[in-house]
């Protein structure tokens, strides 16, 4: 097919010691020239950092398990690359089927997947897209979504996040297995974006992380274990659903939502299991109250139903018990905290209130008890 490029007709030899960078970047070139697709067949290839262009998409053939790397395996040469994949102002484009793996957790920032805000404003004049465009053009003023697909990846090992998203407008990322990276999972300064069906362990940053914003997110049926900075840490979550998730043993809070320069606001959390949050960690020397499932300061609008909480040990029985709190809240404003089940909720406290909270909060109907050890 002439919009269909394998990357070993470029030169490109899978056998884990050839530098495949060139190849792989000219076929990704001449796909580009016809939005076409790049084919990686099975087997393992050195790449720096890969270039994607505008409705590219760089295919290969799934054969990863939780521990397993299989079919198409890019791994990164060693260098001082930002990423391995390059999807910045790659408009359309997608990442699918690959395992992707770094150089080990401390061999520079090197991010699987990256995505940076470019001059977004003098792209969108120039545009052709724009063309026949049936979306009003006066509420799409000054910025374009970039529509970005990472599916079916397993990205294990980078000394970044495994996928790093910076001031971006719609994402999805599905069905991806993002562990061992020295970073985060996810990390997201961005709007409009959709996180299903995941499986995001082992992270040394959190399994999903905004510094500053994070907003019209759908995060959903993904299961989230031992990152070692929580499961969901977000500054300035506004406009979140949360469903469906499984959050297992992290080393803080399982959602931590905190409202720096404005609140948290309008979040629905329902139908997620916290178990075994708070496994120990320095950290909470300095605050205590960190060693819980869920942490609110500064959130507006919250709706938190349906969930179930429980405390435990490591496999096994070993280790802390924790959390020592199910759920902390701090200047909550028209929030509502209702039917949650929390048996064996946590070992301390089911609820820490720190106080500032408004008067026209909900918490109520929320049945549990403090953990108890079974005889």
């Not at 790397?69 to 690359?81: F, M």
């Not at 990423?83 to 790659?90: E, K, P, Q, T, V």
């Not at 069906?197 to 510094?211: E, F, K, P, T, W």
């Not at 406290?349 to 026209?360: C, I, K, Q, S, W």
């Amino acid at each position: 097919m002439y919009n269909v490029f394998d990357v070993t007709a470029y030169g490109a030899v899978g056998d884990g010691a050839t530098d495949c960078t060139e190849a792989f970047q000219n076929a990704l070139d001449e796909a580009a020239k016809v939005r076409g697709t790049v084919t990686v067949p099975p087997g393992t290839y050195i790449c720096g950092r890969l270039k994607m262009s505008p409705s590219v998409c760089l295919s290969g053939y799934r054969g990863w398990g939780y521990r397993e790397r299989g079919g198409s395996v890019i791994k990164t040469r060693d260098g001082e690359d930002v990423c391995l994949i390059d999807m910045s102002g790659a408009f359309g484009a997608c990442v699918r089927d690959l395992t992707l793996v770094g150089n080990g957790c401390y061999c520079g920032n090197v991010h699987g997947v990256y995505v940076k805000w470019e001059d977004q404003e003098s792209r969108l004049r120039d545009d052709p897209a724009r063309e026949g465009n049936l979306i009003p053009e006066e509420t799409h003023t000054g910025f374009r979504e970039y529509s970005v697909t990472v599916d079916g990846c397993s990205i294990k090992n980078f000394g970044g996040d495994a996928i790093h998203l910076e001031k971006i407008w719609a994402f999805t990322v599905d069905g991806c297995l993002l562990a061992s990276n020295n970073g985060n999972g996810v990390y997201i300064k961005g709007w409009d974006g959709w996180i299903r069906n995941c499986v995001m362990y082992g992270n040394r940053g959190a399994g999903i992380l905004s510094d500053y914003i994070c907003a019209a997110v759908t995060v959903i049926g993904n299961r989230l274990e031992w990152n070692h900075g929580g499961g969901m840490d977000l500054t300035g979550g506004r406009q979140l659903q949360i469903t469906g998730n499984y959050f297992d043993r992290s080393y803080g809070p399982a959602i931590k939502l905190f409202g720096k320069d404005f609140p948290c606001d309008s979040i629905a959390a329902t139908a997620n299991y916290f178990n075994r949050s708070g496994k120990y960690k320095e950290s909470f020397k300095d605050d205590p109250y960190g060693n819980c499932h869920l942490y609110f300061d500064n959130c507006r609008s919250l709706a938190l139903t349906g969930n179930t909480f429980s405390a435990g040990r490591d496999d096994f029985g070993t280790g802390n018990l924790s959390p020592e709190y199910a759920i902390v809240y701090r200047r909550l404003e028209c929030c509502s905290i209702s039917g949650n089940t929390l048996y064996n909720g946590a070992a301390k406290e089911l609820f820490a209130d720190l106080g500032e909270n408004t008067d026209d909060n909900v918490i109520r109907d929320n049945p549990g008890g403090l953990y108890k050890e079974d005889k």
